[in-house]
């Protein structure tokens, strides 16, 4: 069946500008996470949604960052007022609830702020 | 807190054999293990679990020591698609995975 999809796939702002990265999960994960991975480094986690509980936050970086999510489907990343800080690849993964089940990880988004 | 992972990288020759190594200061329920090739999403390698449960691919194994919060990768006569960068992600019992900085992974023919 179908992966975890992003897109875009690349996307280049300016400092200041606002973006926003999609996720699809795969089709019946009811959690879905979020990573940024800056050049060369490991993944840094964001955010974490489990079915209809309230988002773990714990991981975004500041206010400039928030994430939504629709059920259990379709996520959304929101940067606003971008910074060169903020280049990065972001991946998402998502999972069947239990904490034995793989994270597929989708393809990422890079992120490039001039 | 982020794992330590060891080495930063390694070269070897086809059918040598590696390990992995990752460690924690935090008490862990579980680590994972994946692999990244270059511009590629992570795939998924192994999980070990406190208390001996392993799930993974029957190619690869690996160690969970609960008392030493330390798991080790190992890459046993390693093939040319072994090369990449490992990753180890721990799990203290929240569902949240935090990742080592990797070890890169370079087998030649």
């Known amino acids: 069946g179908a992966g975890v999809s992003q897109s875009p796939s690349n996307k280049v702002t300016e400092k200041g500008k606002d973006v926003e990265l999609r996720c699809d999960p795969i089709s019946g994960h009811t959690a879905l996470y979020w990573y940024r991975q800056r050049l060369g480094q490991g993944l840094e986690f964001l955010i974490y949604f489990q079915g209809n509980s309230a988002p773990d936050k714990s991981g975004l970086p500041s206010d400039r960052f928030s994430a939504e999510r629709t059920g259990e489907s379709v996520s959304t990343l929101t940067i606003q007022r971008t910074q060169q800080e903020d280049s990065a690849v972001y991946l998402c993964?998502?999972?069947?609830?239990?904490?034995?089940?793989?994270?597929?990880f989708g393809p990422g988004t890079r992120l490039t702020v001039l | 807190q982020q794992p330590v992972q060891s080495p930063q990288a390694v070269i070897l020759r086809e059918g040598e054999d590696a390990v992995i190594n990752c460690s924690s200061s935090?008490?862990?329920?579980?680590v994972h293990w994946y692999r990244q090739k270059h511009g590629e999403a992570p795939i998924f390698l192994m999980i070990?679990?406190?208390?001996?449960e392993q799930k993974g691919h029957d190619k690869i194994s690996a160690s969970f020591n609960e008392k030493k919060q330390q798991s080790s990768l190992y890459l046993t006569a390693s093939q040319l698609s072994y090369s990449g960068t490992y990753f180890c992600?721990?799990?203290?019992?929240?569902?949240?995975?935090?990742f080592g900085a990797g070890t890169t992974v370079t087998v030649r023919a």
């Open positions: 992600g721990t799990e203290k019992g929240d569902y949240k995975l935090s």
């Open positions: 070990l679990l406190k208390g001996g």
């Open positions: 993964a998502s999972s069947l609830p239990q904490r034995t089940d793989t994270q597929y």
């Open positions: 935090k008490a862990l329920y579980s």
